[in-house]
């Protein structure tokens, strides 16, 4: 390969500089051009390349965000936005592409190169941490680290008031970041859409601990719960439930914005780096992610149609220490 694309798309997660940083200067060190595309599959639509160098990337690894910007483009999902999107690609030279971005940005480069035998290669970048194929995506230790700060702040509130506070937390439709937060912020329940605790349930867990002495609490809520979000959850548990003052607290797009962590800033240069070695091994239609600290690498198929859920263990864990 002499030209490899790379574009970011879908939702920002804190990392996607690191991984672009590592893409750029793995080309470049393997003496192949880059080329930037910026706003996602739009701009691969409209022409907005960019030639990247290894100075291009100075100063980005501890940058939130992405410097590509990113969008969500409906005239890809047509077959003639993908046309117009695959003659740009040629006209520039571009041998493969790195897509990095979650499941529908997957989807988009897995179409790509049914159509078209463009080699695409993912990495997984999302704060929800449900693309299979890796043990952890890009973005996800940096946002369940802001909800942990903003719930410990929370707490002293709590405290304070003798307050029961429901937080909500993104995700979609994984409960990854209401698990790990809700463990590592001492939560005394946490609803997950994928085992969906009751407003039954969590009324006896709130009267088992008041009657334990506890005087104040707070219970995570994902997103995508299936109980309809934290303001109906505690519009139901008022109903049934009056002994403690209750506020709801949703955390809403802050838990996406930030520098990343160590843990992904290391994470994303290493998947970068993997991506471009991947390419260059032939490997396509595939995505590059870390399984048991290794390099691994899963069709792009697989990892759309398939889902990474959390540890059940974790959440038994969470149930025992919340007494």
Do not use: W
Not at 31 to 47: K, R
């Amino acid at each position: 390969m002499k030209r490899i694309g790379v574009l970011t798309s879908g939702g920002d997660a804190p990392g996607m500089n690191a991984a672009l940083r590592a893409v750029v200067r793995a080309c470049a060190y393997n003496n192949i051009e880059v080329e930037g595309i910026f706003q996602g599959y739009q701009g691969m639509i409209e022409g907005d390349f960019k030639r990247l160098n290894e100075r291009s990337v100075a100063r980005i690894l501890g940058r939130g965000g992405t410097i590509l910007k990113s969008s969500r483009s409906k005239e890809f999902m047509t077959k003639e936005g993908r046309k117009k999107a695959y003659d740009n690609l040629k006209k520039h030279g571009v041998d493969g592409l790195i897509t990095i971005g979650g499941n529908g940005t997957f989807t988009g480069a897995h179409v790509l190169y049914q159509e078209y035998g463009v080699p695409v290669m993912g990495i997984p970048g999302s704060i929800d941490n449900d693309i299979y194929g890796t043990d952890h995506c890009i973005g996800f230790d940096t946002a369940t680290n802001t909800v942990v700060d903003a719930v410990d702040r929370i707490r002293d509130t709590a405290t304070s008031h003798n307050r029961l506070f429901f937080v909500e937390v993104m995700g979609r439709n994984s409960g990854f970041i209401a698990l790990k937060a809700g463990i590592a912020t001492g939560a005394i329940a946490i609803i997950l859409p994928e085992d969906e605790m009751t407003v039954e349930e969590l009324i006896e867990t709130l009267r088992a601990t008041e009657e334990s002495g506890k005087t104040s609490s707070i219970v995570l809520v994902a997103e995508g719960s299936k109980s309809g979000g934290a303001y109906e959850i505690a519009r139901q548990v008022n109903e049934r439930y009056d002994e403690y003052e209750t506020r709801v607290s949703v955390l809403g797009h802050l838990q996406r914005g930030g520098a990343p962590s160590c843990y992904d800033r290391v994470l994303a240069s290493r998947m970068g780096v993997a991506a471009v070695d991947g390419l260059l091994q032939g490997r396509k239609d595939v995505m590059v992610g870390i399984v048991n600290d290794r390099e691994s690498y899963t069709s792009l198929e697989e990892a759309i149609t398939r889902k990474n859920l959390p540890n059940r263990d974790e959440l038994r864990i969470a149930r025992i220490l919340a007494i």
